[in-house]
């Protein structure tokens, strides 16, 4: 029966596995209040303006670049349509998204360079991450992603060899960071905190059958609307219902004409004057998002319904 593992704690050796460069020599872990490099990177990170919709953009276009919904009508990352190679690519794409929103550039050794120090970058949608022999007892910036959750978290640790899993590693010697060394020496950055919203996941099976299935688009958008009424619909909602046809966005705005008679009133925040307008009722449309409202609301916060556009 093999020993239990007992985590090595600060001031204990640590020996990173060889590499094709060679043996790198053995040092003392370091507690992270004491790891000068790693408050660095930390504080550099916590004072980046909007920082958390920095992430959280980031962490969203990765998704949305794997599941192509403009071409597959994919919006779960969880459907059985995705395949786990392409849950796995997640990560990878995540790294490229986070050094430009960060304004960062792609720097060796690792995946970038803070304030002069070399950070590594990984992104997961499973429990742990898979650190590689270069990012042995190195800075690493972790984001985990809960697909089911529909969240993330981002944390901060240097990743010593003596925190990471045992064995041989997977067949290209990566790693993962123990559990308890994650919970005792990880520096927390962001969350858990949601990813921005999808309104396809809050609809019933029967009403997706609808919204994306064979009849016209036109007609289509306007059940989406009906079903979503006062719901924020982001602009990308719009292309993912019409997948593989012809702007579905005109589309979507012949649809506001049949929506008034329905008494909704469909706001798009492509235009100032019905973003500010939306914003008086509480609605956010960043983004050029749209919305459709019923006319009481309209009568309620003693607003005059605009044109149609």
């Not at 790891?35 to 504080?43: A, R």
């Not at 966005?249 to 008679?261: P, S, V």
């Amino acid at each position: 029966m093999p020993a239990k593992f007992v985590l090595p704690l600060p001031g204990a050796l640590c020996q990173p596995d060889s590499r094709r460069a060679g043996t790198p020599d053995p040092h003392l872990l370091l507690d992270p209040a004491d790891d000068k490099e790693l408050q660095l990177v930390h504080g550099w990170l916590l004072q980046q303006p909007q920082l958390a919709a920095k992430f959280q953009g980031a962490v969203d276009d990765a998704i949305r670049y794997v599941l192509e919904g403009e071409r597959t009508r994919r919006f779960d990352l969880m459907d059985s349509a995705v395949d786990s190679d392409e849950r796995a690519s997640v990560g990878t794409k995540l790294q490229y998204r986070l050094i430009e929103r960060l304004g960062l550039t792609k720097e060796p050794p690792l995946d970038t360079n803070i304030l002069g120090i070399a950070v590594e970058i990984k992104g997961t949608v499973r429990k742990t991450w898979m650190i590689p022999r270069e990012g042995q007892c190195e800075i690493t910036l972790m984001v985990r992603i809960d697909a089911s959750k529909h969240e993330f978290e981002v944390l901060l640790m240097r990743t010593h060899r003596a925190w990471l899993t045992g064995g041989k590693g997977n067949r290209d010697l990566k790693r993962s960071p123990r559990k308890p060394a994650e919970n005792l020496f990880a520096l927390r950055v962001l969350g858990p905190m949601l990813l921005p919203p999808e309104p396809l996941r809050t609809l019933s099976a029967d009403q997706l059958n609808v919204v994306l299935g064979r009849g016209g688009l036109r007609r289509r958008l306007v059940e989406l609307f009906q079903c979503l009424t006062e719901v924020v619909i982001p602009r990308v909602t719009i292309t993912i219902v019409g997948a593989g046809l012809g702007d579905p966005l005109k589309r979507a705005r012949e649809a506001k004409a049949d929506l008034r008679a329905l008494d909704l009133i469909v706001l798009v925040g492509t235009w100032t004057d019905e973003r500010e307008l939306a914003g008086k009722m509480g609605f956010d449309l960043s983004g050029e998002a749209w919305v459709a409202i019923h006319r009481d609301t309209f009568l309620e916060h003693d607003l005059e319904i605009p044109q149609l556009r």
